[in-house]
Each structure stands twice: as structure tokens, then as C-alpha cells.
């Protein structure tokens, strides 16, 4: 079945440092790829996305490229700021099975200044 | 443009009880989905509603159910609560047309069962 596995956390920096985020996934069709990001007591934001292989996601300083061949969806962000403080998730959506996100666990990132 | 919006926030229910939890969707989008995300876990696709009909539905028991209205506002209840229930209860919105284009989430329902 269709999977996502993200890096576990959680991941502590220090402000302006680089940031990556493993994600992993495994799907029997061509899904689409997400990251969401969640702040303390809210709800899910969508942060960016992905809909075909070498497609690159881009938001507020974050990148994602999708890799088929590596089945991967890393986050990536060149200086991260406390702000960024936030639980971080992977999720995908496979069309072959229904338009339900399939989520990983998640990844707490924690920026100090 | 309105993003969706659930209620209530927070709830606090005994064992074996029933919930209603309810959740309405941004302007635009015809499509409804719930998910479970218990503490420290990714959040868990229950099901997803649209046309007013469950098309769609994650590895959860019969005891959870849902609506959709016309107006493309939904509920999900919950009978017979267990304490594993507990947990936050996420909606989301969508164009059933443009799933590609991600969900819109509300910021939830926290459910406590004591």
C-alpha cells in the first residue's frame, strides 16, 4: 500500500542554519507530493507541493523536488528562522487509490536564536 | 475568500457517549474529508464526503459517520466513544476537480474522552 516516511525528529538549529527534511515514499501510481506545516495548537497549512517527477515546490524559502527514481520529497530551506518552529509533514495523494493525503508521522523542527 | 471553519474547538466527552463534530468548508469547494490525529502521530484519513455521498473511507469502524450538506458543510460523528478517540479531529476541503492543487484544513476539533 501507499506509504510516507519521514525523518523523525525532532531537528534542533540554531537561527540561518540549513535545513533538510528526509521524506520517502512508496505508491503504486503517480502521486502527488505535499509538505504541511503545523504550528503549535493550529491546523494543517499547506507549504508547498509537487504534481509530477522533477516538479519543484516552492514557498516562503522551502523547496521540495520530487524524485521518482528515488521515490523522495526532501524539504529544504538555505537559512532557517525561529519562526520556522513548526511540525512538519510529508503526505502524498495517489489517484490509483481514492484522493485521500497519506501523511508521515511528522517532524518537529525547532529554530533557537 | 472564507477557509474552513470547525467547531467546536474543544470537547470533552465520557465514554460511550456520542459526538458531533461539524466543519464548513471554503467557499468553493465541493468536497469534504476528515482526519484523526492523535498526539504525535500524522494525522489518519476516516473518510471523505462529496455530492453529499461517502466516497472514499480510511480503516475506521462503522461507529464513525459523516454527513455532507448541500451547502457542502459536513459533520462527523462519533458513537459509542472510546478513550482512544481521543485525539484532534482535522476537516478538510477540497475541488474534487483539482485535488492536485492540495486541501484547505480547518484548525480543528480537539476531542478529550474521559
Known amino acids: 500500500g501507499n506509504s510516507v516516511t519521514q525523518m523523525e525528529g525532532p531537528v534542533t538549529l540554531s537561527e540561518e542554519a540549513f535545513l533538510t527534511i528526509n521524506c520517502t515514499y512508496t505508491a503504486t501510481g503517480y502521486p502527488s507530493l505535499f509538505w504541511y506545516v503545523q504550528y503549535p495548537g493550529e491546523g494543517l497549512q499547506l507549504l508547498l507541493k509537487?504534481?509530477?517527477?522533477?516538479d519543484k515546490g516552492s514557498n516562503k524559502g522551502f523547496e521540495a523536488t520530487y524524485r521518482k527514481e528515488t521515490t523522495s520529497f526532501h524539504l529544504e530551506k538555505g537559512s532557517v528562522q525561529v519562526s520556522d518552529s513548526a511540525v512538519y509533514f510529508c503526505a502524498l495523494s495517489d489517484p490509483n487509490a481514492g484522493t485521500a493525503l497519506i501523511f508521515g508521522k511528522g517532524t518537529t523542527l525547532s529554530v533557537s536564536s | 475568500e472564507t477557509g474552513v471553519t470547525q467547531s467546536p474547538t474543544h470537547l470533552i466527552k465520557t465514554r460511550g457517549q456520542q459526538v458531533t463534530l461539524r466543519c464548513s468548508s471554503q467557499s468553493g469547494h465541493n468536497t469534504v474529508s476528515w482526519y484523526q490525529q492523535a498526539l504525535g502521530q500524522g494525522p489518519q484519513f476516516i473518510f471523505q464526503?462529496?455530492?453529499?455521498?461517502?466516497?472514499g473511507r480510511g480503516n475506521f469502524p462503522p461507529r464513525f459517520s459523516g454527513l455532507q450538506f448541500p451547502n457542502y458543510s459536513s459533520e462527523l460523528n462519533v458513537n459509542a466513544l472510546e478513550l482512544d478517540d481521543s485525539a484532534l479531529y482535522l476537516c478538510?476541503?477540497?475541488?474534487?476537480?483539482?485535488?492536485?492543487?492540495?486541501?484547505?484544513f480547518g484548525s480543528g476539533t480537539r476531542l478529550t474522552v474521559v
Open positions: 509537487a504534481t509530477k517527477a522533477d
Open positions: 478538510a476541503s477540497s475541488d474534487q476537480g483539482r485535488v492536485n492543487y492540495g486541501y484547505t
Open positions: 464526503y462529496y455530492r453529499e455521498e461517502e466516497n
